[in-house]
Each structure stands twice: as C-alpha cells, then as structure tokens.
C-alpha cells in the first residue's frame, strides 16, 4: 500500500484520502495512518503545486548554474554542496558527471538578484573554482508536462458515441 | 408538400439518440463533461512524428486496397501476440477506416435481404442501422446488469431462429463497461456452431480491461473460421481522428469486404497506415498501451466507488472506459435524467436509453477525462441527486 500511495501523489498531490481508499480499495483510516507515517518520516517532504508563472503576473528569474570546485579531503562534495544548498535562494543542487562539478538551481526576483548572489555568495566560497551563470528564457517542458501548449480546451466533442 | 427523394428507409431511420443531447450540450457554456466516447490522450508522439515523416517524403499516393502489406504484417503480428489469433496478412486482413467502417462492410457482405443478425445491446449506436442498411434484421438480444452485462448462453439460444444469420458482439462493451471472460465466452461457443452463426466481434476496446486480459472469441477451436473480429487504432493508441480500423476473418469473407470496400473506400488514409505501422510496431508500444490504461484505472474506480456513495447503483466494469450506473431509484427515466442534470448542473452525460432498450434506467458517464474534471462533474452529479431527494 505505501508504494501505491506515494504513485498516487505522486501523480496527482490533489487526491484525497477518501479517492486514495476508493482507488486502492482500502479503508480510509488505514490511508490515513499510512500518509501520516509517510509524512512524519520524511519520506512524504512536501506538497506542491505545478505552476506555470510564465501565465501569470508574478516576475521572477530563474538560473542554472554550473559549479566548478575542489573536493575536500574526508568530506568530499557534501560539504560544500551543503554550503550552497543551505542558502534559500538556492531551489535544488546536484553532483553531477562531467565538465563541472554541480548543477544549482536559483530563483530570484531580478537578474541582478540573482548575479549578486552568484559574485557575493557562491564564487566567495573557498572551494569554488568557476561558475557559469545561465538564466532561464522559456520553460518549454516541466516535471513530465508541456508547459508551452497552445491547446488548452479540450477540442473533443461534448457528447460523442 | 413536395416528394422526398429520400430513401424511405433511410427517412425513417432515427437519428442517434446521442445526437439530441449533442445539439443541446453544444450551445450551453461551461458544460462539464462526461460524454465523449474517445480517450483523452494525445497519439504518442513517435507515431505522429513517424506520419510527419511519410508526409515529408511524399508518401501521399493510395495504397494497396487492403492497406500496405507492412501494416498487415504488423496487425498480423500483434493479433498473434497479444490475443492469440493468427492471420494471414495475405487473405485474412482489410484495413478499414476506422473499425466503423469495418462493421459497415462486414454486414453489407454477409447480410441478405431478410437475415437475422442477433444485436447485444446495449450497444454502440451504429451496430442496427447498419444491419438495417445492408438489408437485414436486427434481433435485439438485452443484456442485464444482474449478470454484469455478460451474454448468457441462454439468451442468445433464446433468440435464434431458422434466419439468424450471425451474432454481432462487442465486448469490452461501450456504454456498459462490460467484458466477457473466458468462461463466458466458452458457454456460448456450443451454441454458436450448433445453429452455424456468423459471429462479428467489435474488439475496439480490447487494450482496457482492468484485472484481467482481453480474450477473442476467434479464438476458441472451431471459432475463427466463422468470426470477423474488427479492432483499429482508435482506443489502443488514442488515435481516433486518424480513423484506421482492420477486420480480421476467413479468407472468403475478407475478399468480399474488401471488395465492397474497394469500390466505397479505395483504401484506409495512407497517412494513417503509416501512423499505424509504427504504433504497432515501435518499442515501447506496450509501455504507451499500459500507462494509460493505469490512468484509465485510476479514474474508473475513483467513479465506480463515487456513484456507489451517492446511492446511484453501479456495477463494476472491468473494460473499455465507461461507468454505467443505474439511476432507477431516482424514479426518472435515462432521458429525463440526464437532461435535469444537463440544464441545473451543467454535466453532460448520456442517456442509457441511447444504446438500446435495455440501457434505460442507466446512464452513461466517461472516464476519458482528467482526474479534476471527473471529481468536479461527480460532485455536481452528487449535488444534483441529493436535490431530489
């Protein structure tokens, strides 16, 4: 059942308990108690929604970064991937093969935010080498869906055989 | 008044009873819906981008009147696998446009001027007119919801008489929901060859059934000299715009199908066969396949449980992508129903009554949608039920 329970969210956080025992065939109380432990264990960390901003008014910049950077003996990458991820600008940080070293996602009200952030934060790190500031233009594609779609409507038919 | 020109028995033929609701549901705003009898999902990509590809090399002629052989071979090939019943793509296969088309031509080419074609209803609304149009008399046989809208062996024995010519099915069933599973099936077998009926089992929907897999009736010994099974594209794929459909059968009747076909057709759109080859053909063409009938599932049981709760009865189907619950406690008739639902909540729905006689007292509700627009139309359907009591 947990498995099952974590798809369902995963697929759509807007299901209910209720939908969640109706789809599984469970009891509601006993979905209930599952999603609490889930959640009271971290392994649920959050609920959100997926919005397309580039449809509303709210303005706001978003980067990737790449990271170039020493390890540190013992400690490897963690400690300085801890030092970025802990800043709240910060929206998601990897380790990742190839050219560079880590991959941070920063969001920000304006480009000069965000390259403040990059010159007074990031690059003053001892262990940064280099980064390389790319903004993002167009979000095209998001978590699984097209965000760019100019089909909106559902052009089927209302009633058809 | 002057003459008609009209065809007599075309001028009497009813309009789909789907059609009455169409015209009023279509010039309403903020209609939500849970009429459409198509999937929600968009073709995959790799199919449409493989038709893209035939368009930009200039494969726009005809094609072979039984479609391109590739495509044969693949249906032949899929059929095998997936449901256990083998063709020749030689003799044995005529892509049709859409499996509508495939129903047409399968009772123009065995129907004589007073045959009797046993029809199951309820049913999709084009199987009477087109026995009707081929010359021939369409046998209602009812099917019950005390039995899950199975065919019991009894009610088609019932029903044949010395001019029955050929027993049309169609399960998964559109409205019902309905399957037939092995035994069931195998109970109507005997029966089936005793009297030498023709059987044409629509297997549209033979990709959604939740629980348990599909079977063929063409499959049983002694079956598929005597079946044309007719499936296309259209619910496997959500390729229903693309209108490609295949009938499946004994040489003999094949020819003769695509005989009719030939000179009403000439041969299924090249673009779509195309299309076709690749959906079937692909790799992940089972991932697409399972994915959504996942979602399909998901939703299926969100409603079943969801009309259960608001006392509208409804049995669990296990096929296709409909709910069918019974709205007789209501006290309403299909048509009355779903017309108040229709005019003070906005739901568009359709009248069991549209499928048959023995679809009254039911109605019709797609799940074909998204999960949000499932929860908000049932809500309102949970509205409109509790302002009648």
């Known amino acids: 059942m947990r498995t099952k329970i974590l798809e369902l969210l995963d697929r759509n956080a807007k299901f209910t308990v209720s939908d969640i025992a109706a789809i599984l065939g469970e009891k509601e109380e006993d979905v209930e108690a599952e999603i609490r432990m889930l959640e009271n264990e971290k392994v649920i960390c959050g609920y959100t929604a997926l919005i397309n901003w580039d449809r509303t008014e709210k303005d706001f910049v978003t980067a990737l970064i790449e990271v170039r950077v020493t390890p540190q003996r013992g400690n490897g990458f963690d400690k300085i991937a801890e030092r970025i991820y802990r800043f709240k600008e910060v929206k998601s940080v990897y380790l990742i093969s190839g050219a560079y070293d880590l991959l941070v996602n920063i969001e920000g009200r304006t480009l000069k935010d965000v390259a403040f952030f990059v010159s007074d934060k990031l690059s003053t790190i001892d262990s940064v080498i280099s980064t390389a500031t790319h903004f993002v233009l167009k979000k095209y594609k998001d978590h699984g869906k097209i965000l760019v779609e100019s089909r909106i409507k559902d052009e089927r038919m209302i009633i058809a055989p | ?389």
Not at chain 2, 275 to 286: F, I, K, P, Q, S
Not at chain 2, 310 to 317: A, H, K, R
Request: glycine share 6%.
């Open chain 2, 1 to 389: 008044m002057s003459k008609s020109y009209v065809n007599k028995d075309i001028l009497n033929m009813p309009k789909s009873g789907i059609r009455k609701f169409f015209d009023i549901a279509s010039h309403m705003d903020d209609v939500v819906s849970l009429g459409v009898g198509e999937p929600d999902f968009e073709t995959p990509w790799n199919i449409r981008e493989a038709a893209i590809s035939t368009l930009e090399k200039g494969r726009t002629s005809y094609t072979a009147n039984q479609g391109l052989m590739e495509l044969r071979s693949a249906i032949c090939g899929y059929l095998s696998e997936k449901f256990n019943i083998n063709y020749d793509p030689e003799k044995e296969i005529v892509c049709t446009v859409g499996a509508s088309e495939g129903i047409d031509i399968a009772m123009k080419a065995i129907t004589e001027i007073g045959d009797e074609i046993l029809v199951v209803e309820p049913c999709f609304v084009s199987y009477k007119p087109c026995v009707t149009m081929a010359g021939g008399i369409p046998v209602v046989i009812s099917t019950k919801m005390e039995n899950d809208f199975r065919l019991q062996p009894e009610e088609l024995e019932a029903k044949i008489t010395p001019k029955t010519k050929a027993l049309l099915i169609s399960y998964p069933n559109n409205p019902t929901g309905a399957i037939m599973e092995r035994e069931d099936l195998e109970k109507l077998v005997p029966i089936i060859i005793k009297h030498d009926l023709l059987v044409i089992s629509d297997e549209i929907y033979a990709e959604l059934t939740y629980g348990t897999k599909h079977v063929s009736i063409a499959e049983f010994p002694g079956m598929k000299e005597r079946t044309i099974v007719l499936n296309g594209f259209s619910k496997a794929f959500a390729m229903t715009g693309w209108r490609l459909g295949y009938a499946a059968g004994p040489a003999e009747i094949i020819d003769n199908m695509n005989k009719i076909h030939q000179y009403i057709i000439m041969c299924a759109p090249t673009t779509s066969q195309y299309a076709g080859v690749e959906a079937l053909t692909c790799e992940n063409r089972d991932d697409f396949i399972e994915e959504m009938a996942e979602a399909y599932d998901i939703r299926r049981r969100l409603m079943v449980s969801e009309f259960n709760r608001m006392g509208l009865e409804c049995f669990e189907p296990k096929g296709a992508f409909y709910v069918f619950p019974s709205i007789k406690s209501t006290g309403m008739t299909s048509e009355e129903f779903c017309e108040k639902l229709l005019m003070q909540e906005k739901v568009a729905t359709v009248p069991g009554h549209a499928f048959g006689e023995s679809g009254e007292g039911h109605i019709r509700c797609s799940y074909a949608y998204s999960v949000e627009n499932i929860k908000w139309a049932l809500s309102k359907i949970a509205m409109f039920v509790s302002s009648l009591k």
